[in-house]
């Protein structure tokens, strides 16, 4: 039992330090675009090495690039690879269909907003999260989420 209370201490004492390194949807927004213009002028195959690189300009604060085609398979996940080359569309571990709904916006508009549910880091908690996904040249999209 003290172990347990040390960690929810250890947790809770850390939690507004985490809280400052959590990026907002702006800055989501913007990496998304960059993520776009990268897949555009690099490649994929460069872009996506670019983007997996946690030295690099693709991950920052709790940001990161996944990229995922129109039938739903995930292409490209920054910051779990595993996931490349599996089929996430009818994933709905959290209450929404979230990668349905960005196939469809990117289907629909190009570029837009995703918002879902997703486990807040560190914790089991459950919050709101966006995601801003782009499509490129290559005819899939990548996206970049934040909490709410």
Do not use: R
């Not at 009818?90 to 709904?101: A, H, I, R, S, T």
């Amino acid at each position: 039992m003290k172990k347990i209370l040390i960690g929810i201490a250890a947790a809770a004492l850390m939690a507004p330090a985490f809280a400052d390194e959590m990026a907002t949807p702006d800055e989501a927004k913007a990496m998304s675009e960059k993520a776009q213009s990268a897949v555009n002028e690099m490649g994929s195959e460069a872009a996506f090495a670019a983007f997996a690189d946690p030295d690099g300009d693709f991950q920052e604060k709790d940001l990161y690039v996944f990229c995922m085609d129109m039938d739903g398979v995930m292409l490209s996940h920054a910051v779990k690879p595993e996931l490349a080359g599996k089929n996430l569309l009818d994933f709905n571990e959290y209450g929404d269909l979230l990668f349905q709904d960005m196939v469809t916006l990117a289907q629909e508009s190009g570029e837009g907003w995703v918002d879902y549910n997703w486990p807040y880091p560190g914790t089991d908690e459950i919050k709101q999260k966006t995601s801003y996904i782009a499509s490129n040249d290559e005819g899939f999209f990548c996206g970049v989420g934040a909490y709410k």
